[in-house]
């Protein structure tokens, strides 16, 4: 017989000798052993069937253990929202915003083009009262007070939502990252023009406008034409190349204009075979380097991604490609590499390795985490070692000293090479007065949220901690003594009110009577 049934028995015996009215309070006790002494902790796995009192398996573990303060409360330390001494501050994404993120980064970073933007005029800013909230309007209005954010900010990360909004982005659409760039300079571009202070209405021109020319030779007659163009950013094609190099020599290769796709010579007054090629004649001191991995496939009529394997360099000489203008400074220095990790061109994720004008560190922004380097070189190794189905794996080549290999680089961001300075000022950019007065205004704010988070936290604390030791007086009080009086209380019951007294309802004991009672009292229940 199971040892339950055996104790059940046991405390029942009585019956086959007493009888009916001479069973006294001692016959009910025993029969629901009520006089059973307490288990103690630690000598029952779980709460004994066949004892009343005991008191194991209740919920004693969170009571009676070690106080775990984190279970008392439900928010989170607001100091790990607290921008670490050292580091920069991180962009939220906005759902997919992670493509716009990236660029702001990289654009935050170029010294040159942040300390313009803080000379603009604002007099929005400039005159706004402290009391209310700032909310710039225009697009220079928007970047100003974001990069002083960025740059002072005591937040970990930063919400772009503003900027965002006012480019009519959406934030649940992930766009053309390569498109973006490009239509963003040029926004930009428009909106400084309309600057008074003439230097800063050239300033996107200066720091990424560079120009080249289409020349087209006639085969017949041997005349030249040119086409004057600018450019800010250079489209190199990836595809069946292995470098940098391949690629720019390619973008620069001499193109014949044959059959249906002859040229009208203006000498000739037909159409004739020529012969076309781009002449670079200048490189802005920012050269932004468009590797076109997102292309169009005619035959599923939809863009795709090429994981194809390019190497680049650390320091990169664009003397050899240049033409005419020997003196201007041709070497260059990578400052910027922006990834996307994904197989697909219309998913996947964005994210940028920037290179600090200041210290040399390279950092990982990625959203709300930044990641800084070790050493002073770039690494990419996490980058291209993430698991992804490709059709056609191919193996990473080795890349000489100086030189980096990416199956996900789409855009690299080259800085002409300074000479040595030592002047400070050089890298030192401050944020004018009148915008850190609104940066200061956003660090009390943020500064009031922590503290109330803080003290929120500690009243749940404080009013857990008063509860932990309420709930230890009464599980020394739970077991009955002999003598006292005693009540029966179902188990559910009791763990619900030991847990949280104010939640429970009514106690309904008729599960403790014996079957005889409850058909008696079915009818009134």
């Keep these: 017989m199971a040892p339950r049934l055996q104790l059940e028995k046991a405390a029942w015996r009585w019956v086959e000798t007493v009888k009916p009215e001479e069973i006294r309070q001692e016959h009910v006790e025993l029969a629901y052993r009520v006089n059973l002494p307490a288990c103690k902790r630690g000598t029952c796995r779980r709460n004994c069937k066949g004892n009343p009192n005991c008191l194991v398996g209740i919920g004693e573990q969170a009571w009676l253990g070690d106080i775990d303060e984190n279970a008392f409360h439900n928010i989170d330390d607001p100091n790990s929202e607290r921008r670490d001494k050292n580091t920069f501050v991180g962009l939220t994404n906005l759902g997919a915003t992670c493509y716009v993120n990236t660029f702001l980064q990289v654009w935050f970073h170029n010294l040159e083009l942040r300390r313009s933007l803080y000379q603009c005029h ?46 009519g982005l959406d934030t649940g659409q992930q766009q053309d990252a390569q498109e973006f760039s490009k239509l963003f300079l040029s926004l930009l571009e428009d909106t400084l023009s309309k600057q008074k202070n003439p230097n800063l209405q050239n300033v996107i021109q200066r720091q990424f406008c560079g120009q080249f020319s289409y020349v087209t030779v006639c085969n ?18 990836i595809q069946g190349n292995k470098n ?70 650390e320091q990169l000489d664009m003397g050899p490609f240049l033409e005419g203008k020997q003196d201007q400074r041709c070497v260059y220095e990578l400052s910027a590499v922006l990834i996307h990790r994904g197989i697909s061109a219309y998913s996947g994720h ?4 920037v290179k600090d004008a200041r210290t040399g560190d390279w950092y990982k922004f990625n959203d709300e985490e930044i990641e800084k380097m070790e050493g002073k070189k770039l690494q990419l190794g996490t980058e291209e070692d993430i698991a992804e189905t490709v059709k056609s794996q191919t193996r990473k080549p080795k890349c000489s000293k100086g030189y980096h290999c990416s199956r996900n680089a789409y ?8 000479e040595e300075n030592t002047d400070p000022s050089w890298t030192n950019v ?88 409850r058909n008696v009292l079915h009818p009134y229940i």
């Excluded at 005591?154 to 480019?167: E, W």
């Excluded at 017949?220 to 094609?237: Q, T």
């Design 350 to 353: 964005y994210i940028a390795h």
């Design 411 to 418: 855009m690299l961001v080259y800085k002409v090479q300074e």
């Design 220 to 237: 017949e007659c041997g005349r030249s034409s040119a086409l004057p163009s600018r450019f800010y950013e250079l489209e190199l094609n």
């Design 122 to 167: 604002n007099s929005r800013a400039e005159e706004h009262n402290t009391e209310s909230e700032y909310e710039p309007q225009s697009i220079c209005e928007h970047l100003q007070y974001l990069f002083a954010l960025l740059q002072n900010s005591n937040r970990k990360y930063i919400d772009p939502s503003g900027l965002v909004k006012a480019l």
């Design 244 to 313: 940098l190099t391949e690629c720019v020599t390619e973008f620069l290769k001499e193109e014949k204009l044959d059959e249906d796709n002859r040229y009208f010579c203006e000498s000739c007054q037909t159409k004739q075979s020529a012969t076309r090629r781009i002449r670079l004649h200048s490189i802005p001191p920012t050269l932004n380097l468009q590797l076109m991995r997102f292309v169009f496939d005619r035959q599923t009529g939809h863009k795709k991604k090429l994981n194809t394997f390019i190497s680049f360099p």
């Design 430 to 517: 401050e944020v004018p007065a009148f915008l850190q007065r609104l940066v200061d205004q956003d660090n009390h704010k943020f500064e009031e949220w922590c503290n109330e988070m803080a003290d929120m936290r500690k009243q749940s604390v404080d009013k857990g901690k008063a509860k932990h030791e309420e709930v230890k007086e009464l599980y020394e009080l739970l077991p009955a003594r002999d003598g006292e009086p005693y009540e029966f209380i179902p188990l559910d019951w009791l763990k619900k009110w030991l847990e949280d007294s104010t939640a429970t309802k009514e106690i309904d004991n008729i599960e403790t009577f014996c079957s005889n009672i």
